[in-house]
């Protein structure tokens, strides 16, 4: 009976080893999805924009969200490192290379919306990934809309800087050709730089062009200072203050750095286009 009786007790204890191996599997997977729906949430806003260290917060509320001991993350311009570790699992660490951006609040607020919804027990894990997914993917406006947005930038800052109905005709033409630059940059894949230097070098030697034909130099700065301003590097330059004030010099030094060098590239097109349409019709450069 006795031997019995243990052959009977190590069954048991098979299983129930068996058992809690199992359940340590399943929250192994189940801490995988969520370290998975935080570093996507952390992309989506990292290319849509975002201050570093509102990545990071949403990274690592989302994360708290499992109650294990250490939720880490580190946030730059370029990349995300993340980790989740506790002693009762193996440490689950992720890295992302985040290369594409654009300004997309939209994205960052429904992002911030889900990440609340998780936090508070409204939406499960899957739920949350499933709709991260959603928003990665959905596209907020066809392209032809961002096309007439950049026209439009482009000739009512004309109007804002003084100038008349001409002034606002030819920024708007302007506008017409930073489209025609980018659209052409996207097939042949030109770093964003040089799309920047192209289309200040062509508004500037288009609107020398204008003002020559109808014989009025006065408004040729009001029509380029307004035509590059779809150009300015303003989310940059703002997330870059935001970003040193929270004290992360890191990102801020980057993307300081970043506006610098969109602001210089702008520079450089305008001066070579003024030098060289002056050069060839005569004229002053300004």
Known sequence: MEVGASKSENMDMKETMKKECLTKEE??????ILMDTALLAGEIMLKSGAETYRVEDTICRILKTSGLETAETVATVTGLFVTLSD?????ITRIAR???KQSNLSQVYEVNAVSRNLCAGAISVEEAYQELLRIRDKKEYPTYMVYIGIIMTSSFFSLLFGGGLL???LAALNGLWIVICRHTAEKVKL????????SSFIIAVATVLYTRCLSNSAIKETIIVASIMPLVPGVSITNAIRDTLQGDYLSGGSRAIEAF????????GIGAG??????LIGGSLL
Not at 27 to 32: H, L, T, V
Request: with cysteine; glycine share 0%.
């Open 27 to 32: 929250r192994q997977a189940q801490y995988k």
């Open 87 to 91: 002693p009762s699992i193996d440490a």
């Open 98 to 100: 985040v290369s594409e």
């Open 167 to 169: 002034a606002f005709m």
């Open 191 to 198: 770093n964003n730089f040089i799309t920047d230097m192209l």
């Open 261 to 268: 060098v969109i602001a210089a590239c702008i520079a450089v």
């Open 274 to 279: 003024l030098a060289l349409s002056t050069a």
